[in-house]
Antibody, heavy 113, light 106 residues
Framework: QVQLKQSGPGLVQPSQSLSITCTVSGFSLTSYGVHWVRQSPGKGLEWLGVIWSGGSTDYNAAFISRLSISKDNSKSQVFFKMNSLQANDTAIYYC???????WGQGTLVTVSA | QIVLTQSPAIMSASPGEKVTMTCSAS?????MHWYQQKSGTSPKRWIY???KLASGVPARFSGSGSGTSYSLTISSMEAEDAATYYC?????????FGGGTKLEIK
């Protein structure tokens, strides 16, 4: 069955970068895209970006200057990186499959010194 | 970007009661999608393409609407339906989510 498993740190220092890996199973990254969404008490659910099956990406304009999504098809892994984190970036970060049909378990990220 | 407004923000229903929640879009969208989220868990796709039930979703759930007005209905409330429901559109970039309707059991 389809699964998305996330791995990454829970604590990030202000101004530092966040990196999360999403490892998928049950589908091929060469056939389907993977989205990234975050959830915070203040802003609810926010779509951050997507990497499509062909490797192209689309980003939310609000994050385009500090967000990067890449992947390794052979390892079924998608890599999320956001730079220059501040306190208001504290949130749960999710990866989700094509059409948001399946979601990872979420990574709670706290930005604090 | 398209803003989705859900109402009510919080509601409660007794077992067996019919429940309807709405999602209003700031501009017309082709489809609306709904997610169920329970505390401490990831959102689950619940209804997609306005009215199609995701796998495993009970038939007491239904979705309808068009243009800027959409709704999710539960024909007969059950305790397991208590959760927060979010609407979402991706007819227009970027995909956006509503603020959620928290449904509680009386």
């Amino acid at each position: 069955q389809v699964q998305l498993k996330q791995s990454g740190p829970g604590l990030v220092q202000p101004s530092q970068s966040l990196s999360i890996t999403c490892t998928v199973s049950g589908f091929s990254l060469t056939s389907y895209g993977v989205h990234w969404v975050r959830q915070s008490p203040g802003k609810g659910l926010e779509w951050l970006g997507v990497i499509w099956s062909g490797g192209s990406t689309d980003y939310n304009a609000a994050f385009i200057s500090r967000l990067s999504i890449s992947k390794d098809n052979s390892k079924s892994q998608v890599f999320f990186k956001m730079n220059s984190l501040q306190a208001n970036d504290t949130a749960i970060y999710y990866c989700a499959s094509h059409s948001f049909a399946y979601w990872g378990q979420g990574t709670l990220v706290t930005v604090s010194a | 970007q398209i803003v989705l407004t859900q109402s009510p923000a919080i509601m409660s229903a007794s077992p067996g009661e019919k429940v309807t929640m709405t999602c209003s879009a700031s501009s017309s969208v082709s489809y609306m999608h709904w997610y169920q989220q329970k505390s401490g868990t990831s959102p689950k796709r619940w209804i997609y393409d306005t009215s199609k039930l995701a796998s495993g979703v009970p038939a007491r759930f239904s979705g309808s609407g068009s243009g800027t007005s959409y709704s999710l209905t539960i024909s007969s409330m059950e305790a397991e339906d208590a959760a927060t429901y979010y609407c979402q559109q991706w007819s227009s970039n970027p995909p956006t989510f509503g603020g959620g309707t928290k449904l509680e059991i009386k």
